[in-house]
Nanobody
Framework: VQLQASGGGLVQAGGSLRLSCAASGSTFTTYRMGWFRQAPGKEREFVAAINRSGDSTYYADSVKGRFTISRDNAKNTVYLQMNSLKLEDTAVYYC?????????????????WGQGTLVTVSN
């Protein structure tokens, strides 16, 4: 599957952005999806994940209550709605897809990655 992330940009602290990740080339509902982020000089970290049907989600503690992951299987797209953005949310955000039936906290369990989209939060 090929993944194309979009929607990043520059936003003021407290603002909102919605990231999208469009999948192509394979059956989207085969994959469990996740979002990760990587800030300069830091390791890639888990943000959120969603199951194949979209009725189960989980989040990193740092974004819980502010970010929402969702998917539209008819559009082969997964989203990350980001509200109440903070300076520390600045990073390149990546979407990823996995087939394995395991928890999706580790980047190692994902099979495919998008190219990343930059989110910059300013004060």
């Amino acid at each position: 599957v090929q993944l194309q992330a979009s929607g990043g940009g520059l936003v003021q602290a407290g603002g909102s952005l919605r990231l999208s990740c469009a999948a192509s080339g394979s059956t989207f509902t085969t994959y469990r999806m996740g979002w990760f982020r990587q800030a300069p000089g830091k390791e890639r970290e888990f943000v959120a994940a969603i199951n194949r049907s979209g009725d189960s989600t989980y989040y990193a503690d740092s974004v819980k209550g502010r970010f929402t992951i969702s998917r539209d299987n008819a559009k082969n797209t997964v989203y990350l709605q980001m509200n109440s953005l903070k300076l520390e949310d600045t990073a390149v955000y990546y979407c990823a897809a996995r087939r394995r039936y395991v928890l999706g906290y580790s980047p190692d369990v994902y099979d495919y990655w998008g190219q990343g989209t930059l989110v910059t939060v300013s004060n």
